[in-house]
């Protein structure tokens, strides 16, 4: 099985996609994780009310989005490195191509969504500062994950002239 560095003509393009893939991956889960992580806090008031994340379906919806597109990358870029979007006429199976293809469009969907219903969803613990610092954190780096997949879907079908790996000596 070759996978995509074993070729002698211009990679760029599949290197910088799976750049692209693997920003996306750890953009997705950062996000997660700082909107997961968001802190409790207590607003004072009449009735102290304890807010976190869990309060917004937005901000849950954001935390299983980018959970789940995070999974996704991981296979795309699992797919991308075993040689799945290729450009091979070998008469070789294109079932991975199109799994890559999906997989691609579930992830972009998904961060997409989740991104703009997090940015749609109306803060209204300005008393909590940290908690709105963590939020907006979360939020931009949804979007950069959202970005740099969408990015990378486009560059894999760019031609770019360079290579990253050696060639042969032969």
Known sequence: MSGWCETDEPNGSKAVSLLLRLSALILALASAVM?????????????????????????????????AAAVLEA????????????????????????????????????LYSSTGAAYGAVVGVDACVTFGAQVGRARLLSLGASVSLGL??????????????????D
Request: proline letters at 5%.
């Open 35 to 67: 909107m997961a992580t968001a802190g409790d806090c207590t607003v004072a008031g009449a009735t102290p009310k304890a807010v976190s994340y869990r309060d917004y379906g937005a901000f849950v919806y954001l935390v299983g989005a980018n959970v």
């Open 75 to 110: 296979a795309a870029i699992y797919l991308q490195l075993s040689g799945a979007g290729g450009d091979d006429d070998d008469g070789g199976s294109r079932i991975p191509g199109i799994v890559l293809l999906v997989v691609d469009v579930l992830a972009q969907a998904l």
């Open 152 to 169: 990378a879907a486009v560059v894999k079908d760019v031609s770019l002239p360079f290579n990253v790996w050696p060639g042969s000596s």
